[in-house]
């Protein structure tokens, strides 16, 4: 019994072609999560995403061409299909507007649901203690108008680090990381006032 398991282990590819094709063909994505009148920090975001070396293949983004959803599709079944068949990581852009938008709640609904990884971002004027539903208060998140800039500059340089490994991108060299996290905030804090 035991050599026939590791016989059908070895060759499970040839007993189970379509999983493995399942497998294979699942491409990472982060999508973000936004209500689209925060469009404004969603460029900034996005404008960061791109800077640490992700391209237009590696980011869903309605508000923002081209990452949007493709002229003729039908917005919730494009959706869909990119929960079943991506490995999403999601960057929930949290703010009281996000919390206004029940679009936005379905997407939240859904990556809880599909157990996609996820990133939180509160955006300026939104606090921890606001986040509700299926994200969890309490997990460590990077909010944008942080007084600590510190803690701030350290949490962009962890999502950076994620990104870069989980896509397997190249390192940005740390002075440019620094200029771009710099211009990134600034441009948050501009945008806030």
């Excluded at 992700?54 to 983004?61: A, H, P, Q, R, Y």
């Excluded at 929960?83 to 709640?105: E, G, K, W």
């Excluded at 998140?141 to 510190?150: P, Q, V």
């Excluded at 994620?162 to 948050?188: D, H, K, M, T, Y």
């Amino acid at each position: 019994l035991v050599a026939m398991l590791n016989v059908i282990k070895n060759n499970i590819d040839h007993y189970y072609p379509e999983e493995n094709i399942m497998r294979e063909e699942r491409k990472k994505v982060i999508f973000i999560s936004h209500a689209a009148s925060d469009k404004c920090y969603i460029l900034e975001i996005v404008a960061l995403l791109e800077n640490i070396g992700l391209s237009e293949n590696d980011i869903v983004c309605s508000s923002v061409p081209p990452y949007g959803i493709p002229l003729g599709s039908n917005i919730y079944q494009w959706l869909v299909e990119r929960f079943q068949t991506c490995d999403l990581h999601v960057i929930f852009a949290l703010s009281h507007n996000y919390y206004n938008s029940v679009a936005c709640l379905n997407e939240m609904g859904a990556a809880w649901a599909t157990k996609q990884k996820w990133t939180s971002i509160l955006l300026p004027g939104f606090d921890f203690s606001e986040v509700k539903g299926c994200v969890d208060n309490g997990e460590i998140g990077i909010k944008l108008d942080d007084i600590d800039r510190e803690t701030l500059n350290f949490r962009l340089g962890e999502l950076k680090d994620a990104i870069v490994e989980e896509f397997g991108l190249s390192p940005i060299e740390q002075n440019r990381w620094e200029r771009v996290r710099n211009n990134f905030i600034r441009n948050i804090n501009s945008i806030a006032r």
